[in-house]
């Protein structure tokens, strides 16, 4: 765990950035006895924050509704009394947002649509803009903060080298505090007559500080391996900065504000390590880069196709759903608004496998697809003569399905949230059935529409989380055959499936509880849809008319190996779990109990790391309370969420 960014408060307490593999961004206050107090979630710790009294603001990304396939950083304002947080802009692209001193203005850098970049001034509390500031040659501009007298600070890049320049707002007339050069600025901030950042001048990253009345600069702090972020208390005695100390990252540290203590930049020593020369003497001791050596080539434009160039497979997924594990090939063009998926499935209810391969178009607001797919089906349920006796029923499908859904995306910060409402129609052909009771039909076509929708608002795991803390995430789909049995389709059938869960903390860090609600109701027909819910743990899928199901998982890290076996085996991490199945299956008269309780344990581990194959093998034994026995099975998992 580490702490970055930090600043003062208006009480003098420490508000910081609090990170690590094990934790949640969290924007913490630090008091005087060191006692930590959480304030807010925020969405990373490279977001770039600032304050002034009791407010703060960080520059905050979202995915722009339909997709996420747009995104948008806008500033949100935090009281850092109760840690409530305010968005002020909308779907704009804002970066390191700053408080003016009077608590009145934020200036923040903006990007538009067309890549033009400048700074620009908002009320703090409406958002409003106030003033835009020209930035003619559109060059990089970074991290702007305000002086104590109302100018801005900031830092300009041109040509890869930066320098650093004072503005005075009211004139938009700039001045050069630093000449352009390679030396790499960071972290301004202002306090009296000095400009405080963090610079690499020496060769390892060190606190500095540049009077403005005289130019003249100074080293204010040096560390072994860095020191970042500065910030500077009101009265000016103190001064705080992040420490990279060693491998558990960065600590806050707190020092005397002396200036009479500083080293005048002509005297520090300058170590840094050009590991560029012995490149520049293997080429005969010149640049490599000379301009009579670098060829002069215009490259002639044209239109770009996204059609034709829909394909563009860039990477394959291991994944899946509740039911179903897949392993996809993925591609998406390079303007993003063609998404094609093919690969193989298996079905864990019905242990069937299937082949798919599926295209989407995202550049509308309504993303559109089709999707071809050739798989295995079975269904087990009770013969209608004879209740004690199952009957299992093995075909397969072939299936063409044309579907529409409208994604909202609605993620701030921290929080992931989404609603996703669709509905799709299915042309789909059945044969090689091998049993089929006399009012069931054979071989034949089916015509089914689906409709569904899909809400969740998640709080973001951190590296080392089993599942997320906080969360909840409902869904709810409907699938029927609405069109004549005769002119279209040789089967009817309907199936509902909905389903809730919660996702709470568990008693220790990284355990998680989650609960689970199910309700799946199949309608009389002569065709049996494949089910959505996954059937209690120990159990083999059977079919009924209505099926409730409660769980309760409660999972927990057992350890973090980090064991390797040459590039064949890495075994990341070990996860165990305990749980509780409780299914009630309702066939007209008949109800049916499925309970199972019991324990499991998950490997986290990578195959053959040339290709990075992450596969979660599990192990779980469940006690089944009717049955009176253990069944014990073997799982991928992983994929719960």
Request: glycine share 8%; charged share 25%; with cysteine.
């Amino acid at each position: 765990m580490q702490y970055v960014t930090p600043y003062y408060d208006k009480n003098g307490n420490v508000v910081s950035m609090r990170t690590g593999l094990g934790q949640i961004p969290e924007l913490v206050r630090i008091d005087d006895e060191l006692n930590v107090y959480h304030l807010a979630y925020v969405q990373s710790a490279r977001a770039i924050l600032e304050q002034w009294r009791r407010r703060r603001v960080e520059s905050l990304h979202a995915g722009y509704p339909p997709g996420g396939t747009r995104a948008s950083s806008d500033i949100v304002t935090c009281d850092l009394q109760n840690g409530s947080k305010r968005q002020i802009t909308h779907r704009g692209k804002f970066f390191a947002p700053a408080i003016s001193p009077d608590g009145q203005r934020i200036v923040a850098v903006r990007y538009t649509r067309e890549r033009d970049c400048d700074l620009v001034i908002m009320d703090a509390e409406s958002g409003k803009l106030i003033r835009e500031i020209p930035n003619p040659d559109n060059d990089f501009l970074e991290t702007p903060c305000w002086t104590d007298d109302g100018r801005l600070v900031y830092l300009r890049q041109h040509d890869n080298k930066l320098r650093m320049e004072i503005l005075t707002v009211e004139t938009g007339v700039a001045q050069v505090l630093t000449p352009y050069d390679t030396e790499y600025i960071s972290s301004p901030v202002s306090r009296g007559k000095y400009v405080y950042y963090s610079s690499a001048y020496s060769g390892i990253d060190h606190i500095y500080a540049l009077d403005m009345e005289t130019g003249a600069r100074y080293r204010v702090v040096t560390r072994r391996f860095g020191a970042y972020h500065p910030s500077v208390s009101t009265d000016g005695k103190k001064l705080l900065f992040a420490d990279y100390r060693d491998e558990n990252g960065y600590r806050i540290y707190e020092i005397d504000n002396d200036p009479s203590a500083w080293e005048k930049l002509e005297d520090v020593e300058i170590r840094t390590l050009y590991y560029f020369d012995p490149l520049v003497h293997q080429e005969q001791g010149k640049s490599v880069y000379e301009d009579a050596d670098i060829p002069d080539r215009t490259f002639a434009t044209e239109p770009y196709s996204p059609i034709l160039h829909t394909l563009n497979f860039h990477s394959w997924i291991l994944g899946g759903t509740d039911t179903e594990i897949s392993l996809d090939l993925m591609s998406d063009d390079v303007l993003g608004t063609t998404h094609t998926q093919a690969g193989v499935y298996f079905n864990v209810n019905e242990n069937v496998p299937g082949i798919r391969a599926s295209i989407e178009y995202m550049q509308l607001p309504i993303v559109l697809g089709i999707e071809l797919d050739s798989g295995g089906r079975t269904t087990v349920y009770s013969d209608s003569l004879d209740d004690e006796k199952d009957i299992e029923d093995n075909w397969r499908e072939f299936s063409t399905t044309f579907g529409a859904h409208l994604p909202l995306n609605f993620s701030r910060g921290a929080w992931w949230s989404k609603i996703d409402v669709g509905s799709e129609i299915s042309y789909v052909y059945a044969q090689e059935k091998d049993y089929f009771e006399s009012y069931e039909m054979g071989n034949g076509t089916l015509v089914p529409v689906r409709y569904y929708g899909e809400i969740y608002h998640i709080l973001q795991p951190s590296s080392r989380d089993i599942a997320p803390r906080w969360g909840h995430k409902l869904n709810a789909s409907f699938t029927t055959t609405p069109f004549s049995q005769e002119a279209y389709s040789d089967f009817t059938g309907k199936l509902f499936s909905g389903r809730y869960k919660v996702y709470v903390p568990g008693f220790m860090k990284h355990h998680s509880l989650k609960l689970t609600a199910e309700y799946e109701k199949m309608y009389e027909g002569n065709y049996r849809f494949m089910r959505e819910m996954l059937f209690p743990r120990g159990y083999d899928d059977h079919d009924h008319e209505d099926f409730y199901k409660g769980t309760v998982s409660y999972r927990f890290p057992i350890s973090y190996n980090d064991f390797y076996l040459g590039r064949w085996l890495y075994l990341r991490s070990n996860t165990g779990g305990a749980f509780f199945d409780y299914g009630v299956a309702e066939d007209e008269e008949t109800t049916t109990l499925y309970r199972s309780f019991g324990l499991e344990t998950e490997f986290e581990t990578v195959l053959f790391s040339n290709i990075n194959l992450q596969i979660n093998l599990g192990l779980r034994a469940a006690y089944r309370v009717e049955e009176e026995d253990v069944a014990f099975e073997v799982f991928l998992g992983g994929f719960d969420f």
